[in-house]
RNA sequence: GGGCGUGUAGCCUAGCCUGGAUAGGGCGCCGGGUUCCUAACCCGGCGGUCGGGGGUUCAAAUCCCCCCACGCCCGCCA
């Protein structure tokens, strides 16, 4: 009946209930059967009204119970309204993990700010969370980024110097991760066409599998990691722990993972020596029966080294989360297997998205040249920014402007990632993204600075007190209903992880808000006053909240 | 071929888990709103076979089956 209660709620705050159900199984008419128990049926706590509408029970709620009960766990909670104290749990939360070869495009940050606010809100709800980033060291991606550092430029082969031509090559000043990362595309191509150099890689990758690490290696996909971090800390996002892939071969789980696997129940020989698990009748695709799990030559893939990262994850963190696009379920179900292949019982829990493409559908690719970086898009939605705050506010220091444009870019950019559904695949457009109108998060914002404004103009730092009897306008009482709705929001998110459900609600508060801003005077009211303050007040509090676990900056002018 | 996901107005999207009253928003378009707390706002209008078909049900965008379209995966790559 509670759920039914929740789904069904009107547009009034009244609570409908359908009867048609219990009409049927009474043999009675719903619409009677309504009318009856409105007449008999003693109004709730919080009820105001029980009212028979067609075949449906209304329970109006009682605004001033509703604002009461609302305001005063805002009051007790703050910013951290909708968070919780309930049991903690230790979670391991782990996202974006790119590959460190060069600057992060759009593409990738769907993860982290999926992984980020999923952090975030599990944090709120009193969970103790560390975010991982597992950093691929040892794959071949790596490796090529290695393999063509190993020389100065002036060395390289002629035509990837071509491809890079123009660029600062040397310039150590440049942030690492654009600087190691500029020769990659034209080092992928030029692989394709030279076996000999492939072969170098090759010996590389087979190197850093054996567990041996190259010159300057380690160097340059650490800096270059560094330089992904700056990135990434523009749109909020930054992480408690990294894990090197490398690290697994180095302590020598890997090799405990192989030693387990060569006694495991379906561990089976491939003709020419290789390590595989029979995985026939476990529901993964026919071609994918056999897992090898090591070469002939002995050393490990990567899914054998993932296996080691989470026999260790797992046994740290109870309940760990992987942040994966859906291209890795596959990967993700194999991984499953070989779990329970060492004896281990405990899984991870996956959380899959669609990828990113570009506008005409096409994955976003550095190697194609159809990314588009993360600083890039950040550089232009913060240039934007800055002309419309000049716009709006002439007389304005240069470091305001610099703030609130920088804070407006992160914003726009995190919710318009963060709104749309995981599973739905989202085609990248710029002026989408670069929007500060309608459901964005300048929006969102905007409704904080607005109600951050008033409270600044009341002369007076409150706290305000709210006479709920006070309350009467019909934007008033839809506003209160916003707030009212945040902690099942926030809750529903742990459940699901469906973080976009944030940014829905981020959008119908701040609406809530402006239309009560738009139609109810506050600092000129008589005396209501204070009470609209409280409401205000209240508004900003949980605008703040929601803001917080969407990452998106709070701004105090705008 | 198999698996996973998606399909909601010109474009984007919420709702689907847990069926319920006229399917919510946003962009764009048309028309309004500032002597008053920031117009990155608000109000009104136009725009919908919820991919198609069948089924279950008093009731289906929502559950079940079939089909169509699109994306991704099915390496001794990562």
Redesign the pocket.
């Known amino acids: 009946m509670s759920?039914?209660l929740?789904?069904?709620?009107?547009?009034e705050g009244?609570?409908?209930?359908?009867?048609?159900?219990n009409?049927?199984a009474a043999g009675r008419k719903?619409d009677e059967l309504a009318a009856e128990a409105a007449a008999e049926f003693p109004a709730p706590e919080g009820i105001r009204e029980v009212r028979a509408?067609?075949?449906?029970?209304?329970f109006a709620v009682d605004p001033v119970w509703l604002a009461r009960r609302t305001f005063g766990l805002l009051a007790r909670s703050g910013r951290r309204y909708g968070g919780s104290d309930g049991p903690a749990e230790t979670v391991c939360v782990e996202h974006t993990s790119a590959?460190p070869t060069g600057p992060l495009h759009v593409g990738r940050i769907r993860n982290s700010i999926i992984g980020d606010t999923l952090a975030r809100v599990l944090r709120a709800r009193g969970h103790a969370v560390t975010t991982q980033y597992y950093v691929?060291d040892?794959?071949?991606?790596?490796a090529m980024v290695t393999w063509i550092w190993a020389r100065p430029p002036s060395e390289w082969p002629e035509e990837i110097r071509r491809a890079v031509e123009g660029s600062r090559l040397d310039d150590a000043s440049e942030r690492a991760d654009v600087r190691y990362g500029r020769p990659y595309p034209a080092v992928s191509a030029y692989l394709k066409t030279h076996p000999e150099a492939a072969a170098e890689v090759g010996a590389i990758?087979e190197a850093l599998?054996a567990g041996r690490s190259p010159p300057r290696h380690r160097e340059i996909a650490r800096a270059t990691l560094e330089g992904m971090m700056v990135s990434l800390a523009r749109i909020g996002v930054t992480f408690d722990e990294f894990v090197w892939?490398s690290s697994f071969l180095a302590d020598g789980s890997v090799a405990r993972v192989l030693e387990a696997l060569r006694s495991a129940p379906h561990a089976v020989r491939?003709?020419?020596?290789?390590l595989?698990i029979d995985a026939s009748g476990r529901?993964?695709?026919?071609?994918?029966d056999?897992?090898?799990?090591?070469?002939?030559?002995g050393?490990?893939?990567?899914?054998?080294?993932d296996v080691a990262y989470h026999l260790q994850k797992l046994a740290r963190f109870p309940r760990a989360i992987d942040v994966m696009?859906?291209?890795?379920?596959?990967?993700a179900?194999?991984l499953e297997v070989l779990l329970g292949e060492v004896g281990e019982t405990r899984r991870p829990q996956f959380v899959?998205y669609?990828?990113l493409?570009t506008p005409d559908?096409?994955?976003m690719s550095t190697r194609k040249g159809t990314a588009v970086h993360l600083d890039h898009l950040l550089d232009e939605a913060t240039e934007?920014?800055r002309a419309?705050?000049r716009?709006?506010?002439p007389e304005s220091p240069p470091e305001a402007v610099e703030r609130?444009?920088q804070g407006?870019a992160s914003g726009?950019v995190r919710y318009h990632i963060a709104?749309?559904?995981?599973?739905?695949?989202?085609?990248f457009?710029w002026?989408?993204a670069l929007?500060?109108?309608?459901?964005?998060g300048?929006?969102v914002?905007?409704?904080f600075?607005?109600a951050?404004?008033?409270l600044?103009?009341s002369g007076s730092g409150g706290p305000f007190a709210l006479d709920a009897a006070q309350l009467a306008a019909l934007e008033e009482l839809a506003l209160v209903r916003a707030i009212a709705r945040w902690p099942r929001i926030v809750a529903?998110v742990e459940?699901?992880y469906?973080v976009?459900?944030i940014?829905?609600y981020a959008?119908?508060l701040?609406?809530a808000f402006?239309?009560?801003?738009?139609?109810?005077?506050?600092?000129?009211?008589g005396a209501e006053r204070e009470s609209?303050l409280a409401l205000v007040d209240g508004a900003r509090t949980t605008l703040g909240a929601v803001l917080d676990l969407l990452g998106v900056p709070t701004?105090?002018?705008?």
């Open positions: 759920r039914q929740e789904l069904a709620e009107g547009p009244e609570i409908a209930l359908a009867l048609h159900r009409a049927a719903a509408v067609g075949a449906y029970l209304n590959n691929d040892v794959g071949r991606q790596a990758t599998e892939e491939e003709e020419n020596g290789a595989a529901n993964l695709p026919k071609e994918s056999r897992i090898v799990v090591a070469r002939a030559n050393t490990s893939l990567y899914v054998t080294r696009g859906q291209d890795h379920l596959l990967h179900r194999t899959l669609q990828y493409t559908g096409g994955g934007r920014a419309e705050v716009l709006r506010w609130i444009s407006v726009a709104r749309v559904a995981p599973d739905k695949a989202v085609a457009r002026e989408d929007s500060f109108e309608g459901r964005s300048p929006f914002q905007y409704a600075v607005r951050t404004s008033l600044r103009k529903y459940r699901t469906h976009h459900a940014a829905t959008h119908d701040a609406e402006n239309r009560f801003y738009q139609q109810v005077p506050v600092l000129k009211a609209r701004l105090e002018r705008m």
